[in-house]
């Protein structure tokens, strides 16, 4: 079966510092690989999505890049952290239409 | 703009009750509607999903109503347990990988 895997589980970080999280899945080849914004009580923003090795897309300008360096690893990067990048970040992949989440990594930039 | 729009945003039920949660979408090339249900500090988890040659589907004690006409979808929660309280996302796919979700909708069950 597959599981996906993110970390860490909470991040407490300043302001101006910089940012790395990992996702990583198993049990599957080839999957699209996802990378989403949660604020407190909203809704899911998508941030980027990967369909393979090295290929990325931005689905919103902002504070964060994303990179996928091996078929199943998703990275979240910033160079330096914004307040405004305070959040619950969900790492996501799929075979097909279907979804699936990872645990998220709660992140809170003071 | 926002692709998929759900309501009511909150929702407090009885235990024992039906919730019923609403979603509309414009774009007719949409032809995948899952739900996913998140609890607090977790991550959404697929409930169930439909497409749109079906009008319902049923799994346990939730159902999804399915109006193509009306560009409608809906969950129904029977019988709701204090366990089902959690926010419910509706999401829509064209088949090119992405979902667009809807704001959520807080469930809260009293016992």
């Known amino acids: 079966s597959q599981t996906i895997h993110q970390w860490p589980a909470t991040l407490v970080q300043p302001v101006g510092s910089p940012l790395s999280l990992e996702c990583t899945v198993e049990?599957?080849?080839?999957?699209?690989l996802y990378w989403y914004r949660q604020a407190a009580g909203r809704g899911l923003q998508l941030l980027f999505y990967?369909?393979?090795?090295?290929?990325i897309s931005s689905e919103v300008p902002q504070n964060l890049s994303a990179s996928r360096p091996q078929d199943r690893q998703f990275i979240l990067s910033s160079k330096k952290l914004l307040l405004s990048d305070s959040g619950f970040y969900l790492c996501?992949?799929?075979?097909?239409?279907?979804?699936?989440f990872g645990p998220g990594t709660r992140l809170l930039v003071l | 703009q926002q692709q998929v729009k759900q309501s009511p945003q909150s929702l407090i039920v009885q235990k024992g009750g039906i919730s019923i949660i609403n979603c509309a979408y414009e774009?007719?090339?949409?032809?995948?509607f899952p739900w996913y249900q998140q609890f607090p500090g977790k991550g959404p988890a697929l409930l169930i999903a439909?497409?749109?040659?079906?009008s319902e589907k049923k799994e346990g004690r939730f159902t999804i109503s399915f109006n193509k006409s009306a560009k409608q979808f809906s969950l129904h929660i029977m019988d709701s347990q204090p366990g089902d309280s959690a926010t419910y996302f509706c999401?829509?796919?064209?088949?090119?990988?992405?979902?667009?979700f809807g704001a959520g909708t807080t469930v809260t069950v009293r016992a």
């Open positions: 996501a992949w799929s075979g097909a239409e279907t979804q699936y």
């Open positions: 049990g599957t080849s080839n999957p699209n």
């Open positions: 990967s369909v393979g090795i090295g290929q």
């Open positions: 774009n007719t090339a949409f032809d995948y």
């Open positions: 439909i497409r749109p040659d079906v």
């Open positions: 999401a829509a796919s064209k088949g090119d990988y992405k979902l667009s």
